[in-house]
């Protein structure tokens, strides 16, 4: 197997486990948002831009080992590719931020917080992220006896002014997104355009008749904290969770 053949079967496998993965990630999230499913709303948007930052590094020959769920050590491993001007407005990033905090809460370990417009920041989110998740060229092309530098190419193409009105317009060849968006028949493609300003047929300026979600919620043992030591008999808890509430009890960790 020549370097092409290899590359080509990894760049394969990062759309299929990592790119095509988190659109589908991404659209559940959509589809929690509209059933007011707030904690799998905020899990399923963490899988999806989890997977969008370790799919931008993959495509860049960068590792994505021991990030775990953890988004914002993956954003900062983004400072390694180093030839990428990444655009990304700093919304973005404190949503980043925000959703690190709440995300990774499958179990209910902790209280979260929803404000009303965590839907909107993920499609932001989403779109800023997406347009880097593909593979880049970095080799000279030659056309017509003329050398082309593809990867200025690829880039120029990527920050076009043009999609600062019309973000939708933007498209990545092969995407899941792009094949659910062009299947008028598909059941996900209701929750993907469903009041999305980023991922649509037609440009929004506005949003109309909706309706968005805030509350909060606390588990059991935050409530009642004198019952945690008994819990922690009988369910893993993680590291954080344990230092925090044993620490409040005035205990030592076991």
Not at 58 to 79: F, P, T, V
């Amino acid at each position: 197997m020549d370097k092409f053949e290899k590359r080509a079967l990894v760049v394969d496998f990062i759309h299929r486990s990592f790119r095509d993965v988190a659109d589908r990630d991404y659209i559940c999230a959509r589809a929690c948002y509209r059933l007011k499913f707030s904690q799998q709303f905020l899990w399923s948007a963490l899988q999806a831009v989890e997977k969008y930052l370790k799919a931008i590094l993959l495509y860049n020959d960068r590792s994505a080992k021991g990030l775990g769920h953890n988004i914002e050590a993956a954003y900062r491993r983004l400072d390694e590719i180093e030839d990428i001007d990444f655009d990304i407005p700093a919304v973005v990033e404190e949503f980043l931020r925000y959703l690190n905090r709440e995300g990774a809460n499958r179990y209910f370990e902790f209280p979260y917080v929803t404000t009303g417009d965590e839907l909107l920041l993920l499609d932001r989110t989403v779109w800023h992220l997406r347009r880097y998740c593909q593979p880049f060229d970095r080799e000279l092309i030659e056309i017509n006896g003329r050398k082309i530098d593809s990867f200025a190419m690829q880039m120029k193409a990527t920050h076009h002014a043009r999609y600062k009105d019309k973000p939708n317009k933007f498209e990545i060849a092969s995407g899941f997104l792009e094949k659910v968006l062009a299947d008028k028949h598909s059941p996900a493609r209701l929750e993907l355009v469903w009041r999305n300003f980023w991922y649509g047929t037609y440009t929004r300026t506005k949003l109309r008749n909706v309706t968005l979600h805030s509350g909060s919620a606390h588990p059991t043992h935050v409530l009642h904290p004198e019952i945690f030591p008994e819990l922690d008999k009988r369910v893993s808890f993680s590291r954080p969770v344990r230092d925090y509430f044993f620490k409040k009890l005035h205990k030592r960790v076991p």
